[in-house]
């Protein structure tokens, strides 16, 4: 089973500041999901990736495959950005669909 | 366009009840996941399918059992509820597996007293 820990568990920032969320698992994967889930508890999904980096709007994901690490950055941070953010490190055994392992989430407040 | 949609949002059961959930998606999506969501815990998977008429195990099983008579739609049965299934039950889906998006419905809040 893949470990998952995501650093911090919990941040407060102020508006404008630029925003870093780690991500570490234990097994190698095939691809890792950053999901937000919202403070009235739906989820999204904000990216996939398997290498490199990917860069939505202020939101950037960055993977380095061989250190089994992910960032999550957020630029110029907004408080519409407050909410839980989830690492999901993506595994297939050839078993099934059941790939997915997912860290217990970071909470992000941030302050106007 | 509805994406996934859960029903029912709330739910309170007595110890001993059963329920069904359902989950339905018209994004055509081949596979089809039951989360639970547990204070201090990562999502963690139940049941899942990848097609029609096929279903499998997830990490926490037990309690429940699930059907997908339809492609469109995946149903999560608790037989007989006990305190412990009290939590948030999310439904996914997804057009194929792990390294495709997830969509997620809205979540179930599940009260077993």
């Known amino acids: 089973k893949n470990e998952v820990e995501q650093s911090p568990q919990n941040l407060t920032a102020q508006e404008g500041e630029f925003i870093t969320i780690n991500c570490s698992y234990s097994v190698g994967i095939s691809a890792l999901h950053w999901l937000q889930q919202h403070p009235g508890g739906g989820i999204v999904s904000l990216f996939m990736l398997s290498s490199g980096k990917k860069k939505h709007g202020r939101l950037i994901a960055t993977i380095n495959i061989q250190e089994k690490h992910s960032s999550l950055h957020i630029t110029a941070s907004h408080p519409r950005d407050s909410a839980v953010y989830i690492c999901a490190p993506a595994y297939y055994s050839g078993g099934g669909a059941d790939g997915l392992t997912f860290g217990k989430g970071t909470h992000l407040i941030i302050q106007p | ?113």
């Open chain 2, 1 to 113: 366009n509805a994406g996934v949609t859960q029903t029912p949002k709330f739910r309170v059961l007595k110890t001993g009840q059963s329920m069904t959930l359902l989950c339905a998606q018209d994004m055509n999506h081949e596979y089809m996941y039951w989360y639970r969501q547990d204070p201090g815990m990562g999502l963690r998977l139940i049941h899942y399918s990848v097609g029609e008429g096929t279903t499998a195990k997830g990490e926490v099983p037990d309690g429940y059992n699930v059907s997908r008579l339809k492609k469109q739609n995946f149903l999560l049965g608790l037989e007989s509820a006990a305190p412990s299934q009290t939590s948030v039950y999310f439904c996914a889906s997804s057009y194929s597996r792990e390294a495709y998006e997830q969509y997620f419905g809205p979540g179930t809040r599940l009260t077993v007293t």
